[in-house]
């Protein structure tokens, strides 16, 4: 790697880092730490249960192809972000700066890339494409959950972003097989 290529992943770097402490910064104030604890317990997959339950109750059988379509695409999801941490093994937010706060519990060791941001946003598109009349709140629930990971001190926001793209990636790869 060239000393150019080094300074500029080192200066990208210090950026994310530095913005991970301004954003978790904002924890300090007790109704935004609350509610991003709120967001960020409802990511963990409660939301998106209770997103399918509610689909199957009000479409029946015809919700039967979309929620099945959710749970394949979030197994998927699964297996690719539990194998890009275990390949990557990059330290979470808090471990690595004193001056970011815990605000939320970890359920794995490791930063990237954010499984919670990387699902919302697949669940959100693939809910969309079906019943898109919940855009509006999906979108804005997903935003939430990305904010809260950072908020929490438990992700960086390049950890974010990139959950961010493959949630979208895998998205789109399974609309193309139906």
Request: charged fraction near 15%; include cysteine.
């Amino acid at each position: 790697m060239s000393a150019r290529t080094r300074l500029y992943l080192h200066r990208i770097h210090r950026l994310d880092s530095n913005l991970c402490v301004a954003v978790n910064h904002t924890s300090r104030y007790k109704f935004i730490r609350h509610a991003f604890r709120v967001v960020s317990r409802l990511g963990d997959g409660v939301f998106w249960y209770v997103l399918m339950l509610g689909v199957l109750v009000a479409y029946g059988v015809d919700g039967i192809p979309a929620v099945l379509h959710m749970a394949v695409a979030g197994l998927v999801g699964t297996l690719i972000y539990k194998w890009l941490k275990g390949k990557t093994l990059r330290p979470r937010p808090y471990q690595v700066r004193q001056e970011i706060r815990l605000e939320g519990t970890p359920l794995d060791k490791f930063s990237f890339p954010s499984g919670h941001t990387l699902h919302a946003v697949l669940f959100s598109m693939l809910a969309t494409h079906y019943y898109p009349q919940l855009a509006v709140i999906l979108v804005i629930f997903s935003t939430m959950v990305a904010i809260s990971r950072v908020v929490l001190g438990l992700h960086y926001p390049s950890d974010v972003l990139a959950g961010a793209i493959i949630g979208a990636l895998i998205a789109m790869g399974s609309l193309l097989c139906v």
